[in-house]
Antibody
Framework: EVQLVESGGGLVQPGRSLRLSCAAS????????MHWVRQAPGKGLEWVSG????????GYADSVKGRFTISRDNAKNSLYLQMNSLRAEDTALYYC?????????????????WGQGTLVTVSS | SYELTQPPSVSVSPGQTARITCSGD??????AYWYQQKPGQAPVLVIY???ERPSGIPERFSGSSSGTTVTLTISGVQAEDEADYYC????????????FGGGTKLTVL
């Protein structure tokens, strides 16, 4: 059974940093690209960032480019999101999601499994 | 920036057919995907590559594509289908970018 468990969320002041983690199990983690998707309270879904299986391809939404950094550790079956210079508009539930593309390929375009999310609140 | 447009809400009676549309200029060139999200839960993929259904998704869920519009159809709607539905696709401009529609609230009357 595929499991994705996010952690690291919390309350943080504007301008500060936070690092999110996602622990994956139930599939061969280093075969698949992974993504972060967020959802502001009462709002829709927004793709944040994606990383290919070997970290060779990385993509970011314009809203976070230059502030957020995605990374992965295949030895630890873990995905990360380093968030710097946080803003109030970054307040959201952050989901870790598995890429739905076939194993070993570059970044795909959809998500077949999602975690339950970790809440990030940016406020003074 | 590339956008996908969905109606904010759709209402249907139990047993009827619900159709949720999603429009976007790149849809003739990029596949569409659909997610169901119930309150307090993570999204669930219900349709991929325009019309494919993942294992475990009921047959009453189907997808279709025509030009710049894709449609999620739920036949014989059940009360448990009440949820938010999001379409998703990709920008075809050459830059890797995943885009979601604004979401449609399906109400089962």
């Amino acid at each position: 059974e595929v499991q994705l468990v996010e952690s690291g969320g919390g309350l943080v002041q504007p301008g500060r940093s936070l690092r999110l983690s996602c622990a994956a199990s139930g599939f061969t983690f280093d075969d698949y690209a992974m993504h972060w998707v967020r959802q502001a309270p009462g709002k829709g879904l927004e793709w944040v960032s994606g990383i290919s299986w070997n970290s060779g391809s990385i993509g970011y939404a314009d809203s976070v480019k230059g502030r957020f950094t995605i990374s992965r550790d295949n030895a630890k079956n873990s995905l990360y999101l380093q968030m710097n210079s946080l803003r109030a508009e970054d307040t959201a539930l952050y989901y870790c999601a598995k890429d739905g593309n076939v194993p070993g390929l570059d970044l795909g375009y959809y998500f077949d499994y999602w975690g339950q999310g970790t809440l990030v609140t940016v406020s003074s | 920036s590339y956008e996908l447009t969905q109606p904010p809400s759709v209402s249907v009676s139990p047993g009827q057919t619900a159709r949720i549309t999603c429009s976007g200029d790149a849809l003739p060139k990029q596949y569409a995907y659909w997610y169901q999200q119930k309150p307090g839960q993570a999204p669930v993929l219900v349709i991929y590559k325009d019309s494919e259904r993942p294992s475990g998704i009921p047959e009453r869920f189907s997808g279709s594509s025509s030009g710049t519009t894709v449609t999620l159809t739920i036949s014989g709607v059940q009360a448990e289908d009440e949820a938010d539905y999001y379409c998703q696709s990709a920008d075809s401009s050459g830059t890797y970018r995943v885009v979601f529609g604004g979401g449609t609230k399906l109400t089962v009357l």
